[in-house]
């Protein structure tokens, strides 16, 4: 399994989803490019800017493409947010081709019928960070506009690059990589489908309408409920108090899916899911929908091999509800099972739902599969790319 933490590290790019540090095989043999063509296609019929950025695999300084393909690094000078000094917006009328630096943690933005605005701060290492968009607060500059990203990563071992669902749906964007060995393609939503997220989600009742982001009478985006936790209090507990019961008289097997650890056998003791040393105390929604906090944070620094290859397993199969019925995880796992129990994750399920391959990121760890030529993320990789196109089409 290829994963999205693997190759998006730590940067803007995954702050809402933990860095995975597990091991994983290259079937390539090759360095990939340190430089890659990438083509922005506008099929929006609306004016629209791009904007690439990403951390500099040199230096990890922030850095962004500017239309002519020359690379500007932000400086800013204190510890306040503050514009950046010039703007790196590309202008995509019909298919423009810029040529893209190694870089990781990066984004490729799309904004229509106007710009985006970035700010920078100063750490108190003195490195720069960027400030991305912000799509929680209505007081950003940028919540009523209509903007989307793709994520990507081009190192010395491939490019790799998935359309993000994890943190919002909003404009559709569709990806395919020309490579030495052929092409890959990943289509993404098609137009129309924000609205129909989103009135599916208010047809759902309760909670899940506060999900849906409006500005101006339109649909702007659809969040993940990992934005509104707090609202979904309480709302998983029942199915982890069934899970933890079930558990507690029969044995859960995890597939690491690696041939040091293999299969690792859980039972609940106490108020605990334990699989030898390692221990899982009930998981809240909160902790579910974000795959990084309670029982599922991640410190890939001091966690050991085996909780970094649980972790990831356990918590797809808490939310795709399928723990009641299938305790080999993730083995015997059958996407027309998801999230088929109530209550269950309705964003991911709609989602995918609404995907004409049913491929996308709708959680941090919707990677996970039962097998390695399984994929339900939506991704595209290779280490030998030639081409890089990004599709942004219609909303509506």
């Known amino acids: 399994m290829v994963s999205r933490r693997r190759f998006l ?14 091991a994983i095989s290259l079937p390539f043999a090759s360095a990939a490019p340190e430089n890659l063509k990438f083509k922005l296609v506008n099929n929006s019929g609306a004016t629209a800017h791009a ?5 500099s695999d040199g230096d990890g300084r922030a850095v962004f493409v500017r239309p002519d393909s020359t690379l500007y690094f932000p400086e800013a000078s204190g510890p306040e947010p503050q514009p950046l000094g010039e703007d790196p917006a590309i202008p995509v009328d019909g298919t423009v081709e810029v040529t893209v630096a190694r870089m990781f943690g990066a984004r490729v933005y799309f904004a229509t019928n106007d710009k985006l605005e970035f700010q920078a701060v100063k750490g108190a290492d003195g490195a720069t960070t960027v ?44 990806l395919h990589l020309q490579h030495a060995g052929g092409a890959q393609e990943v289509p ?24 849906v982001q409006e500005s101006g009478g339109k649909v702007v985006r659809v969040l993940s409920p990992n934005h509104r936790a707090g609202d979904f209090a309480g709302y998983l507990e029942p199915y982890v108090d069934e899970v933890y019961a079930k558990y507690a008289a029969e044995t859960l097997f995890i597939d690491t899916q690696r041939s040091d650890i293999g299969i690792l056998e859980g039972k609940v003791e106490g108020s605990e899911l334990v699989f030898g040393s390692e221990r899982f105390a009930k998981p809240t929604s909160a902790d579910i929908w974000g795959c990084n906090s309670g029982p599922f944070a991640n410190s890939p620094g001091s966690d050991s091999q085996q909780r970094l290859a649980i972790v990831p397993r356990l918590a797809a199969a ?4 399928t723990l009641l019925i299938n305790n080999e995880q993730p083995h015997s796992e059958d996407p027309a099972t998801f999230y088929q129990h109530e209550p269950t994750n309705h964003y991911a399920r709609i989602v995918h739902e609404n995907l004409p391959d049913g491929k996308g990121y709708a959680f941090p760890y919707d990677d996970v599969s039962s097998n390695a030529g399984e994929d339900h993320s939506g991704k595209v990789n290779h280490s030998d790319p030639e081409v890089f196109t990004l599709t942004l089409n219609a909303i509506r």
């Open 9 to 22: 590290g730590y940067s803007a790019a995954a702050l809402t989803a933990p860095f995975w540090g597990q």
């Open 51 to 55: 904007y690439i950025t990403g951390l």
């Open 131 to 174: 400030v991305h968009p912000n799509f929680v607060s209505d007081a950003d500059p940028n919540f009523g506009k209509d903007w989307t990203f793709a994520e990507f990563t081009l190192n010395a071992e491939q490019l790799y690059a998935n359309i993000s669902y994890v943190d919002f749906v909003a404009a559709p964007i569709g």
């Open 188 to 211: 993404g939503l098609p137009t129309g489908s924000l609205d129909k997220i989103a009135s599916s989600l208010k047809g759902q009742g309760g909670q899940w309408p506060i999900l």
């Open 318 to 321: 808490f939310n795709r509800t």
